[in-house]
Every structure is written in C-alpha cells, then in structure tokens.
C-alpha cells in the first residue's frame, strides 16, 4: 500500500470511529399514547431487536379547574419486562393563568402521588408557555420529592429561550417533539409532520443546550378538516385509509408529496363520524419516510441521547408507520402472490421490514393487485379483506363473469402482513396457471408475473 493509500485509510477509520464515538449510547425509544393493552408478543420481540430499552407510557391526563387537578383520563402502566421499563407520563391541561400556586401544587401533588407510588421516574407532558417556564421548573423541583427523576416533553423553540436555564436541575432529561412547530398557515398548505429544513435549524440549535436532551419526531398519521378558506376545523380520531382513498365524496387536490395529501368534499359527507361539508377540506399527513430517515441520521450527529418516536404503533391507522418499518427505515415494500387451493383465495403478502404507505395522485388513488387471464375464466370474485373487487375486459367494466381482469383495490399495507381475496371461482377446467399478476400504481411490480402453482 503506498503512503497515500495508508494515510487515507488511516482518515477512513477515524472517522469512523468518530461518527462510532458521537452515536455511543445512542436509542430508539418510543411515546405511547392513550393505550390500555400492553405490547404483545410480536411487539416485545420487535422492540428487543431493536434495542429499545424505554417506552414513554401515558396513563393519564390531569385537568385543572381553579386550584384543583382532576384525573380526566386514565390508562394501565405495564410492567416493566427483561431489558424494556415503561416510563409513566402525565399530560397536564390547564387554563389558569397562573396554573403552579402553592395551594394548586398540593393537589397536583396529592394526584401525581397516588398514580406513581413504587415508580422511579415520571415525565410531564406539558405545553408551558414561555412566561410559565421558571414557575413551571420551580413545580418540577418540587416533584422530585415524589419521585427521583423527572423527564419533561419540550417545545421546539424552547432552545432559544430561558427553558435550557430554567430546567437545569428541575428536569433530568428533555423529549424534544420536533414537530407542529407552527400553525398551519391560513389559506396556505397544511405543513408537513417532518419540514428537513426545519430540523435541521432546531437540532443546530438544541446541540447548543447543555442538559441532557431526546429527538422526538412524528410517526403517526393524522387526518385534519379545513374550511374552504384554510381554517382548521380539527382533527379527525378515528378513521381508516381506505375510507379516505376511495372516498367517491372526495376529489384530489393536491396528490402526495412529502407525506401529505388534500382532498375536497364534493358534497356533504363524513370521515367516520366527523362531518365534512361540501367545499371543506381533508389533509391527511404521515411522515415522509424519506424525511424520516434524514431527521434520524441527523440527529445521530448531534449530542442528543437518542430519538423518540411519538406514537408507539398499534394496529389502526392513525398510529401511522408500523413498528417493524421503524426499526427498519431503510427498507422497500416487496410482494408475493400465494393460491389456497382449497378455498380458491390469494393473498397478497408484504415480504418487507417496509410498508407499503398510502399515496394518492390524480387519476391513481392507491393500488391495487389484478389478475388477469386470456380469456374470461372468472365466474365469481369475492373482495375479502380488500377494500373492493371489480373485472374488466379490453378496459371497460364489465360484469365478473365477461370480465379477463379482476382489480381488488386496497389503500396500504404494512410491512409482513397478508390481505386475502374472498373465493374466486374459476370456469370448469380453468386454473390460475392460466393467469398473471401484478401491483397497479406500485412501480417495482407493476410488470405482468405468472401465478406460482
């Protein structure tokens, strides 16, 4: 090796050992959210293969009238598990202008007591306004008394305020939650959950702070109503993707792009149980997973302890990004077709650590797996677990029985899991090695496969 080859690889290594040094101690932790039943098996086996130690547990929201804090909402902390403790978080909801009196601590006290009793930590979810923060930190000083360490989640632009002072010795460790920076902006595009610009000024500005500080970043996926004009109308809680794709009440406004999709209300309509008039609009926003990846590797190298990602995900929809594609956010949805010969159905299986994400552009709302055959074979079709089934022939619609193409549409799928078709029946001495397969809007398999025997 020449000296010039030597030399560089000698500054290969330490670089290496550099960025090795900056992410040392480094950790995904998660924020549980309004959550009663504990991580299953599956979860817990996930959450050791990616080293998570802490999940941040909410088990309730304290709400205060006067000097009164009141238990509004309650949730079961699990036990801590080998290697993975649950971290009990309190979100506080006030409106007094002065919230943390003597009078009004005791009972936050008193209620904090009852609802920690044997715990070693707790975290405050709290948006304390910037003229609270020293009265706030002084509350938390107070709390160690309760318990021996005390995290708080924080506001992105706290960075630049007093707070980095004020909780110095008040706060053992900050959840710093990198998103809803702003408003949306009135008559503008929603924002998106992740702006890359953004992050990168905020982890630029919290690397300056010196206290003990976590990178929380948005996994979730949230569904907001807008008035023509832009105002918000709130969020919507409970909702499902499909519903919101296939929507024939909802026309595209503006297609995905960085995790966000608009649509407008044709007619009156709901979303669930939320209302939605003609004219309103309907912003549906998950996390780029693009832009998530950059926020994670940003924040590796900064002095941050790690990142903590805020939901932890459960099985609906508005939980967002699946916990198998957070450990794995690297990773590209792959799909494969199987035939139970016994009850004539297929599924459609997401090999991948990916999922596959919501997307709709104009003219393309979500996928779809189609089958098609030279001639027509199909004599009935039932959707199963998709959101619909429909045959076509040379292009048009036409019914299942003339029809050489079933489409079985569907919104997303999560990484490692199956949607199945109802029963296709075949016309006598047909089979399915007559026929082809593939994924409508998904380029990557967009390409005619045969059906594997």
Known sequence: MTRTGLQNCCLTLLLLSLG??????????????????????????????????????????????????????????????????????????????????????????????????GADGLQIDYDAPDRLLRDYASTLRQLHKLVPRVTITALPHWARSSAAREFRGAADELLVMLYDFEPDPKGGPPLPLIVPDKIDRYLAEWNEVQIPWRVGLPVFARLTVFDADGKSRGHVRSWNWDDVCFSGALEVVTPTGLGVTTLRAKRDTRVDNAAVRAGQL???????????????????????????????????????????????????????????????????????????????????????????????????????????????????????????????????????????TGPIRLAPAASFSQAHWRILNFASQSQWQPIPP
Do not use: C
């Open 282 to 420: 309907v912003t549906a926003r998950l996390s780029d997973r693009a832009a998530l990846l950059r926020a994670v590797s940003a924040a590796r190298r900064t002095k941050a302890l790690g990142v903590v990602f805020f939901r932890f995900p459960d099985s609906s929809d508005p939980s967002g990004w699946s916990l198998r594609q957070l450990g794995h956010l690297e990773a590209a949805p792959q799909f494969s077709i199987k035939v139970n010969s016994e009850t004539s159905e297929i599924e459609l299986m997401n090999n991948s650590d990916a999922d596959l994400e919501f997307s709709v552009i104009p003219g393309q709302r979500g996928y779809a797996l189609e089958i098609e055959a030279p001639a027509p074979v199909f004599r009935d079709a039932a959707e199963g677990e998709f959101w619909r089934v429909t045959g076509d022939a040379d292009g048009k619609p036409v019914p299942i029985p003339l029809a050489t193409r079933l489409t079985f549409r569907f919104s997303h799928l999560r990484a490692r899991q199956a949607l199945r």
């Open 20 to 117: 090795s040094a900056a992410a040392f101690g480094f950790d995904n932790e998660y924020w549980a959210w309004q959550r009663n039943e504990p991580p299953g098996a599956q979860e817990l086996a996930e959450l050791e293969a990616q080293g998570v130690r802490a999940i941040h547990w909410q088990i309730g929201e304290l709400f205060q009238s006067g000097a009164d804090w009141r238990w509004r909402a309650g949730f079961d902390l699990p036990p801590n598990v080998a290697g993975l403790r649950f971290v009990p978080v309190v979100r506080l909801e006030s409106r007094e202008r002065n919230p943390f009196t003597a009078q009004a601590n005791e009972s936050l006290f008193s209620a904090l007591a009852a609802a920690t009793r």
